[in-house]
């Protein structure tokens, strides 16, 4: 393949609309299927590409297909089937998943394209989506390495590290733990800020200094502000993140890892939904303490 590929993507949400962009804007071909065709129309519009009205029309003769959807089912809707991306693929391409689904998916999808000549890797994404509006994503990989060496270059358009963690499946286990990871981190900020709050602190100084120190943290630097504020519309919805840590158990409930900690703040988050905050962030947690 030479250093300019054809390419489709399959799922133009907060995700995958800005992803697609930075492909086009790497001078990739890029042939964008969405099921609201009026999306894969305006993206089509704004970025040059070709808006098309199946995931297999948008995957004919393309090097590399990437698909970003919902869930498990997801996935299997636009890969699967007369009109799904694989009944377009062809033998040498490589199918890539930036979806966050469950690993027995990707070792099943890893199988399947095998069977067909077809490449394929699991490769969720942290970042959320100010890091796909940047172009500035974490990828975790799963797959061969010569699959990945030749898909890497591609999604370095959208990426600031792309990692091979291993075999089919080790994608979606490594975003498993950057999930408890981060499930963890945010029921901790909320304490604490509420906490200091509480005290009568002034939060600024609190968290300019202990920022500076061993609590540092992502969610800390971009959110402890709007946790204050009590403003809870910047970044990944509380649904994803249940559907996420939900994806998270049932592997514990396989590899038997305990995840008490997890479970505990999964049952928070729904708390969270029954409040109506289906569609907050993630950081909505300190909501639950700060009406206590």
């Known amino acids: 393949m030479s250093d300019i590929f054809k390419t489709a993507f399959i799922g133009l949400g ?14 990739h071909e890029v ?9 894969a129309e305006k993206w089509a519009g ?55 689904a469950s690993a027995d998916l990707a070792r099943e999808l890893s199988r399947i394209c095998s069977d067909a000549g077809i490449g394929f890797l699991d490769a969720p994404v942290s970042g959320g989506q100010a890091g796909a509006e940047n172009g500035a994503l974490t990828v975790m990989v799963g797959g061969g390495e010569d699959i990945f060496a030749r898909a890497a270059p591609v999604i370095d358009a959208y990426s600031q590290a792309c990692t091979l963690i291993g075999p089919a499946g080790s994608g979606q286990l490594a975003k498993m733990v950057n999930q408890i990871c981060i499930a963890g981190v945010v029921q901790g900020l909320s304490e604490a800020v509420n906490f200091g709050m509480k005290a009568g602190l002034d939060m600024e ?11 540092q943290s992502w969610q800390m630097e971009n959110r402890w502000q709007t946790m204050v504020e009590g403003k ?16 998270c158990l ?15 703040i999964d ?14 962030d993630t950081s909505s947690l300190i909501q639950l303490l700060a009406n206590d």
């Open 205 to 215: 100084k609190v968290i300019g200094t202990i920022s500076k120190g061993a609590a």
């Open 46 to 100: 704004e970025h040059g590409g070709t808006s098309c009205a199946s995931p297999r029309e948008a995957a004919e003769g393309c090097d590399v297909v990437f698909v970003c959807v919902g869930n498990d089912d997801d996935v299997r809707s636009v890969v699967m089937g007369d009109n799904g991306v694989l009944a377009g693929m062809s033998k040498g391409s490589i199918l890539v998943d930036h979806t966050t």
């Open 14 to 27: 907060v995700m995958g609309y800005p992803m697609a962009g930075y492909l086009r804007k790497a001078g």
């Open 250 to 264: 049932a592997e514990a409930e396989g590899n038997k890892a305990r995840l008490p900690t997890t479970a505990l």
């Open 31 to 39: 042939s964008v299927f969405n099921r609201t065709s009026a999306k």
């Open 232 to 247: 809870f519309d910047y970044g990944f919805a509380v649904d994803w993140m249940r559907k996420d840590l939900g994806i």
């Open 267 to 280: 049952q928070f988050y729904a708390q969270v939904q029954a409040r109506g905050g289906t569609r907050w």
